[in-house]
């Protein structure tokens, strides 16, 4: 099996308030990952964490009542890789992360804390592995589109209903004038649902 050589977290974006804040500095000092905390004078708080004999600075920025640490960083410690990933899903963080190995990279995505697609990386080629799809919000839209196709069968029956009363009122200008604005209504209305 591939050792994978390292692991780059591009576009972290983890979003907390303080009681989270210190459960994931915690979390990660049990498993002796934390080197250091400082918060400094604007409120931002930065975690050292040590991967592999290196220091790696994650500075979570203070905004209203939470920290936002949006930062890349590459982690080789695969304890600590593994630790960052499950804090992506804890903390529903969004990421995109490249698996480096020797011969090909895996990207991850993630939002929310879900992973929404992975592909593999060789050279320039690029090879979809999976790709999350909400079934829900798709069959919300094939619902939709049935609700558009079945408004715009009543919107046509109702015009052609008035448009025959038209022909039989042709001596009733005011009759004429309601149904001509009913008329435009359902000819703006069929112009949307049909675009």
């Not at 979570?60 to 304890?79: A, G, P, V, W």
């Not at 990933?85 to 020797?102: T, W």
Request: charged share 30%; net charge negative.
């Amino acid at each position: 099996m591939t050792q994978r050589l390292a692991t780059d977290y591009m576009k972290v974006i983890l979003d907390m308030d303080k009681p989270a804040l210190a459960e994931f500095i915690s979390w990660f000092a049990d498993q002796g990952f934390v080197n250091g905390v400082k918060f400094r004078g604007n409120g931002d708080c930065e975690v050292t964490l040590c991967d592999l004999k290196k220091a790696l600075h994650l500075v979570f920025r203070k905004r209203n009542q939470s920290y936002q640490l949006e930062d890349t960083c590459r982690i080789s410690d695969q304890r600590l890789s593994g630790m960052m990933r499950k804090a992506l899903k804890r903390y529903q963080g969004c990421a995109i992360v490249h698996r480096i190995y020797s011969n090909f990279t895996m990207v991850y995505h993630y939002d929310k804390g879900i992973v929404t697609r992975i592909s593999e990386m060789i050279g320039d080629h690029e090879r979809v592995i999976y790709e999350y799809r909400n079934l829900a919000s798709q069959l919300e839209a094939v619902y939709r589109s049935n609700e558009a196709v079945e408004e715009i069968d009543r919107l046509k029956v109702e015009a052609d209903s008035l448009l025959d009363q038209r022909n039989q009122m042709a001596d009733q200008p005011e009759a004429l004038n309601k149904i001509d604005e009913r008329l435009s209504e359902i000819a703006h209305r069929l112009f949307i649902l049909e675009a």
